[in-house]
């Protein structure tokens, strides 16, 4: 659905709804014009992380459903879906809960490109008091396994009926209950494929399925499930902890080579502290409560102004909010930040006789290779860092981006921006 309605918005459909996405909201719900609508701010809550907004058009698109008849209701179904993990920040417990036991939130999980319900549910559960959180973990376990939806037409016997509940509950008989052992995992897996005569997309599916069954499985207090992000130093080297996983920040040891007096030349700006970085994004994170085009416009801002560190932390922050590697998108498929970001690389193109990559960037702006640009552009040229201060931070990105997708791995290499 997502990706079928962005080449519907219009430009001023978006800024509009992106203001306010309440506004105009229609009861008039049998209308295909009126249906393709909420399509429309479904995708904008989204991309704007309209969280509250968002609650609000559920609570009342839930209301006025009420009074149609099945077939409209199964209509609106996955829109329903959408603007409820839109708004997983202002469900309560119960509406959480009941989310997971009724919904068929396999739409979520089958879309690469904006569903994240591991990431979601991470964010959802910092919003509960710690030693309140694995007791939510655990009711929404017991209501995976009474979901009955539908994932697959059989299950591993011709007569099973291939529900969530049905495949939660056979991968807990065949792995047990515990956080399994990867091993386990893949041969599960494998059966599943060969018995349930799974295509390659329920395959995949699956296993994005147990991805997200074994994250809630996990406790709240083990660091792979730890919901905060923090800096933590054994002693020797310091660590961010994002996402549960722990990535390598400390890179400042120097080879006595770094520490000879140079000849003099111009003065590069110095590179924040991690935990400054780390901090400050924090602190982003809250002022902006994760709204991405806030976000992008304090990002802009602090470029203009060079102000190194909250560039740099919010930099951060885009990264382990997962939308940094969108940043160059263009206005007319996504959030307009394009005008912005995008024409700071394709202009670098230009400079440098890569005319022939203009157009590469406007077809896959999310390619490594322009992401890297993107970053030597603003960490090198705008906020003018050394090339190694700025490498050894791109670094970092890299790290965190390379969660979402390994493809980010190859941003730098050999110690080089990989453009």
Known sequence: MLDEIIN???????????????QGASDAISDEKVFVDYQKRAFIALQYSKSKQAYQILKKLKSVLLNHPQEIQ?????????????????????????????ANFLIILRDENYGDLINRLRQRLRLEALRN???????????????????????????????????????????????????????????????????????????????FYEFVKLSSFELSAFEEDMVMNDGKNTYLLTSGNLIEIDEDKKSPSQNKVAPEKEVKSALPKNDQ????????????????????????????????????????????????????????????????????????????????????LKINPRAPQFIARFLKIILEDKLELSREDAIRFGKKLSQILSIESEKYQSIIKDNKWNM
């Open 74 to 102: 199964n209509k609106y179904l996955e829109i329903i879906v959408w603007f409820t993990y839109a708004s997983f920040d202002y469900l309560s417990q119960q509406e959480l809960i009941s989310f997971f036991k009724e």
């Open 8 to 22: 519907k918005i219009t430009a001023s459909e978006e800024a509009k709804l992106s203001k306010n996405l309440t």
């Open 133 to 211: 959180r694995n007791s939510l973990r655990e009711k929404i376990y017991h209501a995976l396994h009474e979901n009955n939806v539908i994932f697959s037409q059989k299950g591993m016997k011709e007569q099973d009926k291939g529900t969530i509940s049905y495949w939660l509950k056979s991968y807990d008989v065949a792995v047990g209950i515990d956080p399994v052992n990867a091993l386990d995992r893949v041969e599960f897996e494998n059966k599943a494929v060969i018995e349930a005569k799974l295509d390659a997309d329920s395959k995949n599916l699956l296993k994005r399925l147990l991805d």
């Open 277 to 360: 970085i780390t901090q400050t994004a924090r602190a982003m994170l809250n002022k902006t409560s994760g709204n991405i085009e806030l976000t992008l416009n304090n990002l802009d801002q602090a470029i203009q102004s060079k102000n190194i560190l909250s560039a740099l932390a919010l930099l951060m922050l885009l990264s382990q909010l997962r939308k940094l590697d969108d940043i160059l998108s263009d206005p007319s498929h996504s959030t307009g930040r394009g005008p912005r970001f995008s024409k700071m690389v394709a202009d670098d193109l230009k400079k440098n006789n890569q005319d022939d990559k203009v157009q590469g």
